[in-house]
């Protein structure tokens, strides 16, 4: 059987890393929701073809030709640079967030069509964001979504112990909420008020547009992506750098 030579796919650059001098190797979440890696060379050049269509959160087209390990990129066509990240600081920490758990939640050879649109609408809902508290509730909202599509999904109607309804401390190694009596017993458990209860739970059920038009204190946003990081980090078992710095800053 002949090998295929080349193939076309479309992708969102979600890493990038170094090879010699003028290369970079793009790790890309493609349409199709399988993870893509591929050298470009020549990506680092100044002025070259490739430069300002390799760079993070960029939608691209590109015609990868087959190579001895990784596919190389033989032509790519920008189709949504998300302009609106580029030289802010709190922007670009959030869409960060957002491509480093797409990047652990995408896998090579594993199609999953919910996962590219998703994605594509939480950088685009970072340059809409009208604030920091949005952009927090928006990278929270799409570590939820992403993580429940995968199989993580928080118990948030009643107490994971006991099944009591009367819930008030959220635990990540529980695997949700808990009623005041069981969370005694569980290290780590955090007391949350109702408001910040639902906020969770609108979190999952809830549209990025919803979201955005929602009035949310930067303290509230603040326990969202706290939550969110340690209900990934414990999870996906990785460490989240991209998730600290957003916490740090």
């Known amino acids: 059987m002949a090998t295929r030579r080349s193939r076309r796919v479309r992708c969102i650059v979600l890493d990038k890393t170094k090879l010699g001098e003028q290369d970079l190797i793009l790790t890309m979440l493609s349409q199709s929701g399988e993870r893509v890696s591929a050298v470009a060379r020549g990506a680092r050049k100044p002025g070259g073809r490739l430069a300002s269509r390799c760079d993070l959160f960029c939608e691209i087209d590109l015609l990868l030709a087959h190579g001895r390990g990784l596919e190389i990129v033989a032509e790519a066509s920008l189709l949504d640079g998300h302009v609106g990240l580029r030289g802010d600081l709190a922007r670009v920490s959030a869409a960060s967030a957002v491509c480093e758990v797409a990047r652990l939640t995408c896998f090579e050879e594993a199609e999953d069509p919910y996962l590219h649109p998703i994605c594509s609408r939480a ?97 509230s946003s603040t326990m969202l992506v706290g939550l969110a990081h340690v209900w990934a980090a414990t999870h996906l078992d990785a460490r989240l750098r991209a998730l600290e710095f957003m916490l740090s800053v």
């Open 123 to 219: 950088l685009r809902a970072c340059e809409e964001a009208e604030d920091q508290a949005r952009l927090d509730v928006v990278v929270s909202a799409y570590v939820f979504k992403v993580l429940a599509h995968g199989g993580w999904k928080p118990e948030l109607s009643r107490c994971v112990a006991c099944g009591d309804e009367d819930v008030s401390h959220f635990s990540a190694a529980a695997g949700g909420v808990l009623c005041s009596s069981c969370a005694r017993n569980v290290p780590g458990a955090e007391e949350m008020g109702r408001g910040d209860l639902e906020m969770v739970r609108a979190l999952l059920s809830s549209t990025f547009d919803s979201l955005l038009a929602r009035e949310v204190s930067l303290r």
